[in-house]
């Protein structure tokens, strides 16, 4: 089918940018109890039944179960056999967690320097620095993206599930994307949804290449650890307009995909396009509470050893909205010892790309369930994204309804 890409002039972006840059995105009332808030898929096979803090430390462990509860309580998707980029092994990736939980492995001490937790009405989010080359992601390594859709719509990783406790109980939730790399992790959970920022749009994991700071915008600083309070972001790739519409931002890729023994061809974006420099802007802050440390006390962990050259806990606890561990002392929580509270309210700050994008039009065929996906992908930038997160299988038709109904809040969207 023919769908038509919405594109942004570099005149329109710098006066939205000028005139705009203080609106926050208008949303709606959140509704928890929305349809895609609530997981309805199935629990891994390797996962525990719930989310368990104290649970044994295995560091060749294959849970799939990720948490993000707080600033000190969070897991990310990491390469179950050390030293695998996450792009070629997306689909086998396990959890690594801050604290022993889940059955999963254990981020050890001195990997994470910087964790910024932020809880918006519409999502939770984590964001760190470090050297996650500690759980296994080789050095260098830009990463890969994380969701729980994937080319058979099992998941990336394969039985991998979310949960996160801020709500005051522990749930499963539908809608999430974890971004990987080997100085770099983002994680976003939709814990609500609107009619106008349903979790799919939210959540919206289509922008594979474009990193944290465009998808998930926020603090990156480094050697700094703080749960705030915040806003909640645009939509990943949504540009709002001068004239109360919003534009939408695709990467540019071409492929084939084979249905039914008929090969067909599809191209997504334009080929001279230009990629935007950043999110449409950064969401404010406020209430943030900063802490000293995020150390677990364990440390000098190698990713693939086995359970018994490891500390492990002496009992295991069912949690729901606690972030306190009966574990033995030595793989116990030992976060700071000073906490700071502090109260700023930043405005939101607006990305003002310096290239001009070009006004196109773009066909986009959309594969059937089950179709096996040949694609090579070139983004706009002219580097190569592969095939290996096995995107165009489940993408195509994901943007294929996120671009129509992100067209449609063209009138619901007010600035």
Known sequence: MIRRLISISLGGWMAVGLAEAQKPFTYGTPNPNMIGVRSRGRN???????????TPINQSSDSRLAS?????????????????AIGDGEESTVAYCTKPRNNARVI????????????????????ALGDFTKIGIPAGDEGGELDPH?????GNPIGGNVTSNVSGQDVFYEEWMN?????????????????????????????????CTFVMPGNYNDNVFESCDGDAAYPPGLYPQSDGGTSTFQQYFTGEYTANGQVYSYTNGASD??????????????????????SNGIANLVSGGSSGSNPSTTSTSSESGSSSSSSSS???????????????????????????ATTTQSSVSTSPAGAVSTSTTTLSTGSSLGSN???????????????PLSAILVSAIVL
């Open 44 to 54: 891994g096979a390797t996962n525990p039944s719930r989310p368990e803090l104290g």
């Open 68 to 84: 993000v509860n707080s600033v000190d309580d969070w897991c990310t998707f990491g390469p179950d056999i050390p030293g695998t």
């Open 108 to 127: 050890p001490d001195g990997t994470v320097t910087a964790a910024h937790f932020v809880k918006t009405p519409l999502y939770v989010q984590i964001m």
């Open 150 to 154: 994937g080319a058979t719509n099992m």
């Open 179 to 211: 971004y990987a790399a080997a100085n770099e992790i983002c994680f976003r959970i939709c814990i609500a949804g609107t009619d106008i920022a349903p979790t799919p749009l939210e959540c919206q994991h289509t922008l594979d290449v474009m990193g």
């Open 273 to 294: 396009q230009i990629t935007p420099t950043g999110a449409f802007s950064t969401p404010s802050t406020s209430n943030c509470v900063t802490v000293s440390t995020i």
């Open 330 to 356: 030595s793989a116990s929580s030992s976060s700071s010892s000073t906490t700071t509270t502090t109260t700023s309210t930043a405005s939101s700050t607006t990305s003002t790309p310096t290239t001009q």
């Open 389 to 403: 997160d096995a995107f165009l299988n489940f993408h195509l038709p994901l943007m294929a309804v996120l671009v």
